[in-house]
């Protein structure tokens, strides 16, 4: 079992920045930040192994958003700068056994912390 639990959402302005945080109960190969607005499915936002040597991005958060690793201290962070509007969503930690984009290969995820884009 891997217990996730992130933090360092909130509200900012468009053009602004955050960093989330995701602390790991103990590391997989695989984690992972997605996201959830109202009325639309989970999206994958970008993957990192946990060494951080392979990371992937989805297309509109490239450029804008890192995703990087802490193993002294089990934890992910994302660091999302120019943020838009669109932005605005709960974002999910998620840890697998597997680098991938969709949702059912990742076995364990966090509550969620929300991230709110002001215009």
């Known amino acids: 079992q891997v217990m996730l639990r992130e933090s360092g959402g909130g509200l900012v302005q468009a053009g602004g920045s955050l960093k989330l945080s995701c602390a790991a109960s103990r590391p997989r190969y695989a984690m992972a930040w997605f996201r959830q607005a109202p009325g639309n499915e989970r999206d994958f936002v970008a993957a990192?192994?946990?060494?951080?040597?392979?990371?992937v991005y989805e297309e509109s958060v490239q450029g804008r958003f890192t995703i990087s690793t802490d193993n002294g201290k089990n934890t992910v962070f994302l660091q999302m700068n120019s943020l838009k509007p669109q932005d605005t969503a709960i974002y999910y930690c998620?840890?697998?056994?597997?680098?991938?984009?969709?949702?059912?290969?990742?076995?364990?995820w966090g509550q969620g912390t929300p991230v709110t884009v002001s215009s």
């Open positions: 998620a840890a697998g056994n597997e680098l991938a984009r969709r949702v059912t290969e990742y076995a364990y």
């Open positions: 990192t192994s946990w060494s951080g040597r392979s990371t």
